[in-house]
């Protein structure tokens, strides 16, 4: 579980623009995205930065390493190659000093250990369903047959969840199901009106 609050730390827009004020005539050269293959099996988008106080100095003042796992987020699924550039400029930049808020790591560094800490959460497991018997599968059906509202036939789904019964069983439940739904849904339909006769007057 994280326990840092993201808005205490800057996107890497805002030291780009800091360092445009700073450094009129200096450069942000980002090397192309390169890909390359992990240990296991994933791979990687590596990216280096090289920042220049001045665009006609022959060597960086600073550096900025990033990289980003190929679709281990929604971003990284389209956009790995992009996000993993704009991380090395955020570190980049941080190593001259641009961290305005005190926090060196980039907002968009911050966003990549949340999605960390999150696929690494353990999932809660689901209980084991129960063992379905005959008396329970009659109980089933009687109590499917007798719902009388969308809020019953609800209730009942809840219940029918918790057993574990073959497919056989479980298609013909649904399709009880969904013409017990249908039943409920549709409107009844109303009797033609009959038309009064009038006895004549002798």
Same mark, same amino acid.
């Given at each position: ?13 805002? %030291?780009? %623009? ?8 200096? %450069? ?34 600073? %550096? ?139």
């Amino acid at each position: 579980m994280g326990y840092f609050n993201l808005d205490e730390y800057e996107p890497v827009e805002n %030291r780009i %623009r800091a360092f445009w004020e700073a450094h009129p005539d200096g %450069r942000i050269l980002p090397d192309k995205p390169v890909l390359v293959l992990r240990e296991d099996g994933k791979y990687q988008w590596e990216c280096w930065t090289h920042v220049y106080i001045n665009k006609e100095d022959p060597m960086p003042t600073v %550096r900025g390493f990033a990289s980003e796992i190929e679709g281990s987020s929604p971003v990284n699924r389209t956009n790995a190659s992009e996000n993993c550039e704009t991380s090395s400029i955020g570190r980049a930049l941080a190593n001259l000093g641009f961290a305005t808020k005190g926090k060196r790591p980039s907002r968009e560094e911050m966003e990549k250990v949340a999605r960390a800490e999150q696929s690494t959460q353990p999932k809660p497991s689901l209980p084991p369903k129960i063992p379905l018997t005959d008396e329970v599968w009659d109980s089933l059906l009687k109590e499917l047959n007798q719902c009388g509202s969308e809020e019953q036939l609800k209730v009942w789904t809840a219940l029918a969840a918790t057993y574990a019964m073959p497919e056989e069983k479980r298609a013909l439940l649904l399709s009880i199901y969904q013409e017990q739904k249908e039943s409920l849904t549709s409107e009844p339909k109303s009797e033609p009106k009959r038309k009064s006769v009038k006895t004549p007057v002798a």
